[in-house]
């Protein structure tokens, strides 16, 4: 993707985010210098991964096959292991009309997926076989807001405003935005984007960014690269 077209989808997320009047945090409109200023304060946004995300996947097709995040806060696994402390995360997501977040499980997370506002939520969803892989013949049961719902493999449930779905280990999914674009609520377990998607193609989980402009702000991925 390149990095103007990364900028435009901030711009545009920021738009629909404050349509709806939720406010982010002081962390996410730092430019790439009062990011490096807040260093090493800001270490644990670094280390945390929280903060600003838009991908393709790899794929080059934002519109079909994408999805913008931001990672509000991610807590730390050793405190998931031992059961105590940090144990959570959250995120704010937007799905556009149509456009896929492609088939995946997590290993280790479960999350409530939540539809904020805007239009509806699609999930796909199929069961796994006994070794955690894709079973197309596989089925299962999920919870909506708390009530047990059995799923047939392959079956959509659409999420209107308000409603949620409670996604285990195991639970492979795909969702999109039903008839619009749908601002999305994500509370889990910790999140570990760079070791617990396990998607059904082999694709990527992060966007290869063409640098064609300065950043708006800096993207997660960018991290590494740009803050060292």
């Known amino acids: 993707m390149k990095r103007s077209r990364v900028n435009a989808i901030m711009a545009e997320a920021e738009e629909m985010i404050a349509q709806f009047g939720f406010r982010l ?6 430019s790439v210098d ?3 200023a807040a260093l090493p304060g800001a270490r644990r946004v670094i280390s945390a991964r929280m903060g600003w995300d838009i991908t393709d996947y790899g794929q080059g097709d934002f519109d079909r096959l994408g999805l913008f995040l931001f990672t509000l806060r991610n807590g730390e696994l050793v405190d998931l292991r031992s059961g105590g402390g940090m144990a959570y995360a959250e995120k704010l997501l937007i799905s556009r009309r149509d456009q896929i977040s492609p088939m995946h499980r997590h290993i280790v997370k479960a999350e409530d997926i939540i539809n904020r ?3 509806g ?4 969803l199929y069961g796994s076989d006994r070794a955690g ?3 197309e013949t596989a089925g299962g049961i999920v919870f909506c807001d708390g009530v047990p719902r059995i799923f047939a493999p392959g079956e959509v449930i659409v ?3 308000g409603e949620s779905i409670t996604l285990r280990p195991g639970d492979w999914h795909a969702f999109w935005g039903e008839g619009g674009d749908v601002l999305i609520g994500e509370v889990s377990t910790v999140n570990d984007d760079l070791r ?3 998607f059904r193609e082999p694709i990527g989980r992060f966007a290869e960014i063409e640098e064609d402009e300065a950043p708006r702000h800096l993207l997660v991925s960018d991290y590494d690269a740009w803050l060292g």
């Open 117 to 119: 506002g805007g239009a």
């Open 25 to 30: 945090p002081p962390f996410a409109w730092w």
């Open 196 to 198: 617990d998607n396990i």
């Open 121 to 124: 939520l699609a999930v796909q």
């Open 34 to 36: 009062e990011f490096r």
């Open 133 to 135: 892989a894709f079973d």
């Open 159 to 161: 999420l209107q405003p």
